[in-house]
DNA sequence: AATTATTTACCTAGCACTAGTTAGGTAAGA
DNA sequence: TCTTACCTAACTAGTGCTAGGTAAATAATT
């Protein structure tokens, strides 16, 4: 009886749930890091108990592996996107993927839930070392190719695309660790746009 | 009696063994970051116990600070060496900073544990935040006296001294996460090259 | 439509470890 | 005799995870 007016806890469906967790799991991941990230606080941050959240991850680690598909996905949507749709000059790649790093900067815990992991994860009996490694090979991958695609007259001979494309990455990456540690002290954008300077001025001498 | 013929247990002195517990520690910190690096592991590897090794650094994070002071006196002296010889042009520092990438893959534990840490201290309440953002404030503004004292006719007037630090210390530690995480598929010196060749360029134009 | 069976979404209790740290001792050297 | 350099033993506070339960939602069967 008293269907639809029982005021009792109104259960989740799973889909929900799961994104919930993902999401305070990914806060905190970005936070404590794997290790220091417990899976109490995931947990009490999630309305849940401990075996609460394991019901939908059966352990911490199948936690973090579901937290890196989620954002990952988003991310390579994003970035395949944008580079994809018509071939560019790598001035204009450059011009979007500072567009993407300040943006970036609005969601830190994102950012810091790489950089902190990427840290973690130069071990390679960590978690999510394969990850990373996967991802760099793809994202490096992904960039060489779009390089290849652009020919002679946009791109200077001796410019080996890998190398090029190492080295932007280095760059993003490098800026955001001296951000998050400093956010006052550095000037994220004005440092890309020195370096995306230096790119255009190259390529095109 | 018998004093040196004595093949008993022959006692450290406490100099000695702080540096071995320090080494130990350097490696085992850049294995396994701060978290993940046991007492019981550096105890077991200076061949002692927890105790022993709290006898002469009262807790683990006094420990960590005296790994990061140790090798962080090192760097400095190098560096600071190498800056402060004689006024160069950017080209002539970048390329001893490329000798010094090169040099310090020989000891990938060392970068490590750098990596490691400051991926893991970018949490404000890390033990080692302060140390880091300290260090990266430090080192800038080394870079940016050195820029300035090589004047005008070397240094191009558009160029922000603060921005190409940064980005030359962005484009170092972005380098190293990519080869710790991918020994292989990273070459780190045609990176840090073509990055110096940029620069020279631009910087002459 | 009512009843039963099954699945889903959790919870409590607790195990089996591991962590850093402390207390208090012993034995060698200064 | 006092300090230094350790050790053994043990405590405390977690850690991820399991066992086993309960109650609601859903599906199957009458």
Chains 1, 2 share one sequence.
Do not use: C
Not at 56 to 85: A, I, N, W
Not at 117 to 126: F, I, K, Y
Not at 176 to 202: H, T
Request: glycine share 6%.
């Amino acid at each position: 009886m008293a269907k639809s007016t029982s005021p009792a806890k109104p259960k989740r469906v799973r889909r929900d749930r799961k994104d919930e967790i993902l999401e305070k799991a990914t806060a905190l991941f970005g936070e404590y890091g794997f290790q220091g990230a417990t899976l109490a606080r995931i947990a009490e941050a999630t309305g849940l108990t401990e075996p609460g959240v394991l019901h939908y991850f059966p352990s911490k680690v199948h936690l973090l592996q579901g937290v890196l598909e989620y954002h990952d996905r988003k991310e390579v949507e994003r970035y395949s996107g944008m580079l994809q749709k018509e071939k560019k000059s790598v001035f204009e790649i450059l011009k979007l993927h500072e567009g993407v790093l300040i943006e970036e900067q609005k969601t830190p815990g994102l950012i810091q839930l790489f950089v902190v992991l990427v840290g973690e994860s130069v071990r390679s009996d960590h978690p999510s070392h394969d990850f990373f490694v996967e991802r760099y090979r793809r994202v490096r991958e992904m960039y060489v190719e779009q390089f290849l695609r652009m020919n002679q007259p946009r791109f200077r001979r001796d410019v080996n695309p890998e190398e090029l494309t190492t080295l932007i990455l280095a760059v993003v990456d490098g800026l955001q660790i001296q951000w998050l540690l400093d956010p006052q002290k550095v000037d994220v954008q004005a440092a890309f746009e020195l370096f995306s300077k230096m790119v255009a001025g190259y390529m095109s001498e």
